[in-house]
């Protein structure tokens, strides 16, 4: 890895039982105990919280999206403000995704869209064309034309400056076929050949706070999940990212991650890029991943949805009329702001009342839990005791 | 004030030069300085801030209010959770109003209203009739009848369980003419011997956890001013609350504050109600005003206004593009957690991105500069030198 002399990655536990391992990712923006999750701070903050509240529960890494800051309010911007984390206050680790699964995701409509039988025809089309040379794509903002290419997303990355930054691939949509699939493939191969290219020239001048990211698509077939992994292994990325469909429901996004670990080398971080359901995040664990992002935990926080273990659906509901006298906290074992200081029924009141700050005290709550999973997923790894954690943690 | 055990307001400072003092106001939930700002936590919660925010910059006291809480949760629901202190999490002193002031400007209309000219004869009629009795409305949640009695407001005060509670008035809207005014007046002073009567029904069984504020009507007529203060100096309040229409421009306030001050008896605190603009602050303190409280300071916050000394208008605006590469604080001499961590040019992409996070920077922001004006104030009075107030605070 002399490629990046300021990163580091070390496997410290292995689980006997499973693929699973805690391992340590070291930047230099400080280091990361795997496996870990990161947060979405989409437009350089997170939503609801600030860098406070997250390092408060022990929050160690989070990510912004390169598609929402190269439209507003642009990377150079950014790069004259000092780079990503002196603009949005975070001082520690920071991935950005390449733009691609917003331009591809808004273009296509997303698996969620697909699989409920959303129609999408009737939206405004603002991926306008996918060529050899990139992406060309109307910004939801303003209308304005842009390109994004392997280059271009790895220039963009640079002068937001995140310390793990990733590839630009094509997000093939879930209903795409193995022929458009494999086709696509390839593209994303020749895409990511550019932009270790692109990445190259910056080590070249001596750009050493970066590391690069490889992603494995393939969509749902095995045969090409394998040669997607084939293709990250023998090439000098950081870590490797497990992108696009994951398939329609748990058991085939499952079988899809097993299939990509399987052929995946051992020695790099593997992300699991979009998956943050607890039990999600377990199983995931188990077949070696090292990382996890998900908008979902302060999403549903800021619609009065709780994270709680041993849930039905892993939450609770906090607008529902049963927490309208409830004294207790949120989860007794909880030591967050919020559990340590308000009863399930001033969060109720909150919501009824459409108070922000109902928003903020859940967003804090679900981060902390967030945290907390994944510190008993490393506890128990080192333990040998993954399944514990299953059984703390779900139904 | 043998009615107040478990209060006290001492005067510790006055200045050669103006009626302005340094007092100390003492509550079973702790004591404050004053002059001092009261913010307004109105559904039980303060907008975008938690009380660790409020608690950062020497927050002393906030304020709820009996209309919205009466509605919803409902003061009963309050109760049974321990009371607002425990129920919002805020453990120092509070106040609550009497509920009047929004049935009666949901009815009238507010003053801003009739100067800014807004029709409101289309709104829904929330405010029934005003009888000897008390008032009665529709609950602007679900259109219910209520009567809230002068006694009920003192009930539901008491189960709130505020440190400091406000008599039930009637407030007048600023076109009253002067036989109407007069009229409130003394309908005002009938209901606020009720609440007394209703208050001493707590004291003698043994509740002496509040403590009562009289207020002082009389729209803009000097004469009725008067006769509100000599009202109120006479019956055993703790303290006197200057409400109602203060005309229509600063020079009226000013007019009708002075008069109201120069009847006051000067040992008991005097609240303003529903004033908080940094140079009204100021004329106020100097005119004897012991507390403040107004929404203003956190509800600017949210629309990306951030407080500022010696600037016009008393903000300046985030939106504006003019902060957009501005790599400066809000305010370098500012100590707060926005202003210690974040630049100008992050706020303006926060609140281009309609980032919840913008309103939280900015509203502890605008927390913080409230607190350090009322310390400023406190220092200058005891100096002998609250001009340096105004040199230092305004154009």
Same mark, same amino acid.
């Given at each position: 890895?002399?490629?990046?002399?300021?990163?580091?990655?070390?496997?410290?536990?292995?689980?006997?039982?499973?693929?699973?391992?805690?391992?340590?990712?070291?930047?230099?923006?400080?280091?990361?105990? &795997? *496996?870990?999750?990161?947060?979405? @701070?989409?437009? +350089?903050?997170?939503? $609801?919280?600030?860098?406070?509240?997250? =390092?408060?529960?022990?929050?160690?890494?989070?990510?912004?999206?390169?598609?929402?800051?190269?439209?507003?309010?642009?990377?150079?911007?950014?790069?004259?403000?000092?780079?990503?984390?002196?603009?949005?206050?975070?001082?520690?680790?920071?991935?950005?995704?390449?733009?691609?699964?917003?331009?591809?995701?808004?273009?296509?409509?997303?698996?969620?869209?697909?699989?409920?039988?959303?129609?999408?025809?009737?939206?405004?089309?603002?991926?306008?064309?996918?060529?050899?040379?990139?992406?060309?794509?109307?910004?939801?903002?303003?209308?304005?034309?842009?390109?994004?290419?392997?280059?271009?997303?790895?220039?963009?990355?640079?002068?937001?400056?995140?310390?793990?930054?990733?590839?630009?691939?094509?997000? &093939? *949509?879930?209903?795409?076929?193995? @022929?458009?699939? +494999?086709?696509?493939? $390839?593209?994303?191969?020749?895409?990511? =050949?550019?932009?270790?290219?692109?990445?190259?020239?910056?080590?070249?001048?001596?750009?050493?706070?970066?590391?690069?990211?490889?992603?494995?698509?393939?969509?749902?077939?095995?045969?090409?999940?394998?040669?997607?992994?084939?293709?990250?292994?023998?090439?000098?990325?950081?870590?490797?990212?497990?992108?696009?469909?994951?398939?329609?429901?748990?058991?085939?996004?499952?079988?899809?991650?097993?299939?990509?670990?399987?052929?995946?080398?051992?020695?790099?971080?593997?992300?699991?890029?979009?998956?943050?359901?607890?039990?999600?995040?377990?199983?995931?664990?188990?077949?070696?991943?090292?990382?996890?992002?998900?908008?979902?935990?302060?999403?549903?926080?800021?619609?009065?949805?709780?994270?709680?273990?041993?849930?039905?659906?892993?939450?609770?509901?906090?607008?529902?009329?049963?927490?309208?006298?409830?004294?207790?906290?949120?989860?007794?074992?909880?030591?967050?702001?919020?559990?340590?200081?308000?009863?399930?029924?001033?969060?109720?009141?909150?919501?009824?009342?459409?108070?922000?700050?109902?928003?903020?005290?859940?967003?804090?709550?679900?981060?902390?839990?967030?945290?907390?999973?994944?510190?008993?997923?490393?506890?128990?790894?080192?333990?040998?005791?993954?399944?514990?954690?299953?059984?703390?943690?779900?139904?």
């Amino acid at each position: 890895m002399s490629n990046y002399p300021r990163f580091n990655f070390r496997i410290d536990a292995t689980d006997p039982y499973s693929r699973a391992r805690v391992g340590f990712l070291t930047t230099p923006h400080g280091g990361l105990e &795997t *496996p870990a999750f990161i947060f979405c @701070a989409t437009r +350089a903050a997170m939503k $609801a919280a600030t860098p406070a509240d997250l =390092l408060a529960s022990g929050t160690q890494i989070i990510l912004s999206n390169t598609y929402h800051l190269m439209l507003q309010p642009g990377s150079e911007l950014i790069a004259r403000q000092g780079g990503l984390h002196k603009f949005c206050g975070w001082n520690g680790p920071m991935l950005t995704d390449s733009g691609g699964f917003q331009i591809f995701s808004l273009g296509h409509g997303s698996v969620a869209d697909e699989i409920k039988g959303r129609r999408t025809q009737n939206r405004v089309q603002t991926l306008l064309k996918i060529t050899e040379h990139g992406a060309e794509f109307r910004s939801y903002l303003d209308g304005r034309l842009h390109v994004l290419t392997p280059e271009r997303s790895i220039q963009i990355q640079r002068e937001l400056g995140a310390d793990l930054i990733v590839v630009l691939d094509e997000c &093939t *949509p879930f209903h795409a076929d193995k @022929a458009y699939t +494999a086709r696509s493939l $390839a593209l994303s191969h020749r895409w990511g =050949l550019r932009c270790l290219q692109e990445f190259n020239r910056g080590l070249d001048h001596g750009d050493e706070r970066q590391a690069l990211y490889g992603i494995l698509q393939g969509g749902i077939y095995p045969d090409l999940r394998r040669e997607a992994a084939e293709f990250v292994n023998n090439q000098p990325f950081f870590g490797h990212a497990v992108g696009g469909t994951l398939g329609g429901d748990k058991q085939q996004m499952q079988e899809v991650v097993e299939v990509a670990m399987r052929h995946l080398r051992p020695d790099r971080p593997v992300h699991l890029l979009g998956i943050g359901g607890i039990s999600d995040i377990i199983s995931g664990v188990a077949q070696g991943i090292d990382t996890f992002d998900c908008v979902a935990p302060t999403r549903m926080a800021r619609h009065g949805a709780a994270l709680l273990p041993k849930t039905p659906n892993e939450r609770i509901n906090l607008n529902n009329a049963c927490h309208r006298e409830d004294r207790n906290p949120l989860w007794d074992a909880c030591t967050c702001y919020c559990c340590r200081n308000f009863s399930r029924a001033y969060l109720h009141h909150l919501f009824k009342s459409h108070e922000i700050l109902g928003m903020q005290l859940i967003t804090i709550h679900n981060i902390a839990v967030m945290n907390r999973l994944m510190h008993d997923v490393r506890h128990a790894i080192r333990l040998g005791k993954l399944t514990d954690v299953k059984n703390q943690w779900l139904v």
